[in-house]
């Protein structure tokens, strides 16, 4: 579990981590990557309770997401590596769950759904328009109902032998190494296996400033994966780059051509579609309208930046 200034929340997080109910050994780290307020405190507090818990202080020029989680893949000593975050709740039997689906399907990684629960009025909006397909898509791994197979799961799984092979790569974004590991596992014959049994609650951005640059961050990650892999993970992405392109186009041809009518009709279109599956619901319609428009631009400037960026992060 990588962390940096999760002190709020923090107790409810490691309630649920300690309350698993598992048949055999296992132990936490968590990988503190530099914080200023008492999440290290918070951690220390719940040693007694749980011995078996290992807390990782990453050394300067190692604080970043990537490295924090390669830090505690190498610091780790158990035969199967199950991903945590610090802004979950995890139900009674999610590491005993991860391990079921692991050995029965003999995948390479597996995990549960994304299921966000917000704890805010924006929150809870937030919420709502993440587990609406249109909204953010048709992602198996945001709504499933059966275990399936699928191109990304949340958190996940692996048997830490084959995640020390492969490792999490760093990007200039700070974000989209679960997406791209679970590319390069299926892109080396691997399998990726959702299953909705697994379960847990994500606790959204509460304030449309974090979750504007949150998605603007996913947005660079696209870009960044399209770089490193030469291909989109999914098409999915494809969906807030139209949006960017038809606002942008319609934006330089209203003085350029005087077709006045052009971006007024464009962003008419985009937010009355988003009125109508947001059901007229402000805050909903909000969020989803932050999201798209935020995925799309963070989409636009990461291909805009240009390869160099990508590519010596991972050369690092």
Known sequence: MPLLNEEAGLGEVMASLNGQVYPGEWELVAVDGGSSDGTVATLLAWKEKMPRLLVVPAPPGHRNLTASLNLATEA????????????????????????DCLVQTGADLVGGPMSPRGETTFGRAVAAAMGNPWVVGPAPYRRASTRRPADTVYLGAIRRHRLRELGFRGFPSGVGEDADLAYRVRSRGGAVVLDPAIRSRYRPRATPAGLWRQFYRYGKGKAEMLYANRRLPSLRPLAPMALIFGLTFSLVMTPALGWWWAFPVTAATWLGYLGVVCRAKPRLWAAASLMQLSNGLGIAVGLARGPGRVRRALDT
């Open 76 to 99: 780790a000593t158990g035969e199967i590596a199950i991903r945590a975050d610090a802004h979950t709740l995890y139900e009674p039997d999610y590491l005993h769950r991860n391990v």
